[in-house]
């Protein structure tokens, strides 16, 4: 199984701040890759998908990049409606498998 | 409007079954993938099960492979996942999700319902 190792697993940021969470696979995944957001008591949101293509209605200060086992998410700009959780998952292969997720909470 | 909608969650004792059933609107049903994923209480996201556009390809979680089963059922626009012998790291939020393509690797899952809470306990 592919493994998904994000990070940090956290961290405290202010309004207007540049945010990079990255993402490492255990192995190739081409750019079989997405992010999500998810809210408190909220189902999951794409954000991203195949590793940098913006999910439509979403705001362009997401961005995400990365190929073969390095990816990044970065919010160039944090708003106070992105504090949230966000989590990777790879689907190049099954089991699909997801980061263990970065909180980001305001500083 | 792509909806999903899942039900038939509850309080089960251990080695007990329960069948979830996602029921699907919005979209051509027999076109894409579907998925469950599951949250257990304060965790993250795992995913547990993924079929087809047709059923011939399906997936599993090691955590739940021989014991899970998925189906779809096109003529009802649904999705289904019949659990057995739970326990009670099962407990979870089970969210069904569709996928962006026909097969269950490469696009992944671009819509969400909002989930059915399966607590396995005594």
């Known amino acids: 199984d592919i493994q998904m190792t994000q990070s940090p697993s956290s961290l405290s940021a202010s309004v207007g701040d540049r945010v990079t969470i990255t993402c490492r696979a255990s192995q190739d995944i081409k750019t079989y890759l997405g992010w999500y957001q998810q809210k408190p008591g909220k189902s999951p949101k794409r954000l991203i998908y195949?590793?940098?293509s913006l999910q439509g209605g979403v705001p362009s200060r997401f961005g995400g990049g990365g190929s073969g086992t390095e990816f990044t998410l970065t919010i160039s700009s944090l708003q106070p409606e992105d504090f949230a959780t966000y989590y990777c998952?790879?689907?190049?292969?099954?089991?699909?498998?997801f980061g263990g997720g970065t909180k980001v909470e305001i500083k | 409007e792509v909806q999903l909608v899942e039900s038939g969650g509850g309080l089960v004792q251990p080695g007990r079954s329960l069948r979830l059933s996602c029921a699907a609107s919005?979209?051509?049903?027999?076109?894409?993938?579907m998925h469950w994923v599951r949250q257990a209480p304060g965790k993250g996201l795992e995913w547990v099960s993924g079929i087809s556009w047709n059923g011939g390809v399906i997936g599993y979680a090691d955590s739940v492979k021989g014991r899970f089963t998925i189906s779809r059922d096109s003529a009802k626009n649904s999705l289904y996942m019949e659990m057995d012998s739970l326990r009670p790291e099962d407990t979870a939020l089970y969210y069904c999700a569709k996928d962006a393509h026909y097969a269950i690797t490469g696009h992944g899952m671009d819509v969400w319902g909002q989930g059915t809470t399966v607590t396995v306990s005594s």
């Open positions: 998952v790879q689907h190049n292969s099954y089991p699909l498998t």
């Open positions: 919005g979209f051509t049903f027999d076109d894409y993938a």
């Open positions: 195949a590793a940098s």
